[in-house]
């Protein structure tokens, strides 16, 4: 994996990323800002994770400020940092005035409308008729890439798993990647690394971005109306499933409520039947299915009670974790256990 020197005048803190973002997304915004801090930045990064509002999101927010021309941005961020960042229903925060972007920059403002012709380049599956990249977008970006600029050009993947490739497309994006010749930077959007070939992970860094919760099929998506049917419409009514539920609420552990007391054995014996079931189920399955059940043996007290909710947030947290870990190649066994005994931990501190 190669890095590229970028300068960037004086030290740099997470102002290339919105308050809201950075704190949504603590761990990809802290590793991207620590490597523009030190002006040796990786040409290509793997960005991982369900959450793609905010993998756009840290994308255009990074470009605008590699490319803004505002000379406080070290402080302040770029020019229009403030109205690039969506609120919790996902809609912008604030409606940029006129005045405000007549006076941005031009690199901001073409960024702000993902119009700049130079800075900003898209290679999507969606523009080919097979619903792959096309080997002719990977190549004409090759091309593109090897001429001089005097922009940073940010180069986004919208979807780097295996199955959105054409073998040479793929090929030809490789070559690019490992050989640029040109100030630029690759963003590659992608659910988890075993998605994505081999071959391109080995040349990017993985940065792993927290799932917002309302795209868990969890809590938030029982609760929410708008979720609702997607959720009915989701395989989790199965019989498959309802085995595992049957299963996972015979354990004396999910089967206690929250305010009880459960001995460390019974937590560990529900560690060893989780490590069991991910031999043949998905993580992300089991996790959000364990933390479901704990929702219902709330009985809706959360609602009500602010330690009760302060704990589901706490235990969403754990299951992001635990999630992230998998990806990474975390052992099952280690995994689980983390998982559980911090889980008993909280229960533990909700008694006290």
């Known amino acids: 994996m190669q890095t590229q020197d970028i300068h960037l005048g004086s030290p740099l803190s997470t102002a290339c990323f919105s308050p809201a973002l950075a704190a949504r997304q603590p761990v990809a915004a802290r ?35 590699l490319n803004c021309e505002k000379e406080d941005k070290e402080k302040s961020g770029s020019c229009l940092l403030s109205y690039t960042d969506l609120n919790d229903l996902g809609e912008p925060q604030k409606v940029v005035d006129d005045k ?6 031009q ?6 409308r993902d119009e700049h012709p130079k800075a900003w380049v898209l290679l999507s599956r969606d523009a080919g008729k097979s619903g792959k990249i096309p080997v002719e977008s990977a190549r004409n970006l090759s091309e593109e890439l ?40 690759f963003l590659l959007f992608g ?23 309302e ?30 539920i049957r299963k996972m609420r015979g354990e004396l552990f999910l089967s206690t409520p929250p305010h009880k007391r459960v001995a460390e054995k019974d937590a560990l014996k529900f560690s060893h039947h ?55 190649y975390v052992t099952k066994k280690g995994v689980c256990e983390t998982f559980v005994l911090s889980w008993l931990k909280l229960r533990q501190n909700l008694i006290r």
């Open 31 to 65: 590793l991207l800002a620590n490597a523009l801090s030190r002006g040796h930045m990786a040409h290509a990064y793997l960005l991982t994770g369900r959450c793609i509002a905010d993998k756009w999101l840290m994308a255009r927010q990074l470009a605008a400020y």
């Open 100 to 105: 405000t972007f007549s006076s941005a920059c």
């Open 107 to 112: 690199n901001c403002r073409w960024l702000f």
């Open 146 to 185: 090897a001429r001089t600029s005097q922009y940073l050009r940010v180069v986004v993947i919208d979807d780097a798993s295996e199955w959105a490739f054409h073998r040479p497309a793929a090929n030809a994006l490789l070559k690019t990647i490992e050989e640029p010749r040109s100030n630029c930077l």
């Open 191 to 213: 659910e988890c690394e075993e998605d994505v070939l081999r071959t391109i992970v080995s040349r990017c860094q993985p940065i792993p971005l927290n799932n917002r919760f």
């Open 215 to 244: 795209e868990n099929i969890g809590f938030l998506a029982r609760q929410s109306p708008s979720l609702k049917s997607r959720l009915e419409a989701s395989a989790w009514s199965s019989d498959e499933n309802r085995d595992l």
């Open 274 to 328: 989780l490590q069991e079931e991910l031999e043949e189920h998905g993580g992300e399955k089991l996790f959000d299915l364990a933390i479901n059940i704990e929702v219902e043996n709330l009985a809706g007290s959360y609602r009500t009670d602010a330690k009760y909710s302060r704990y589901l947030l706490e235990l969403f947290k754990l299951g992001e974790e635990a999630k992230l870990q998998l990806d990474h």
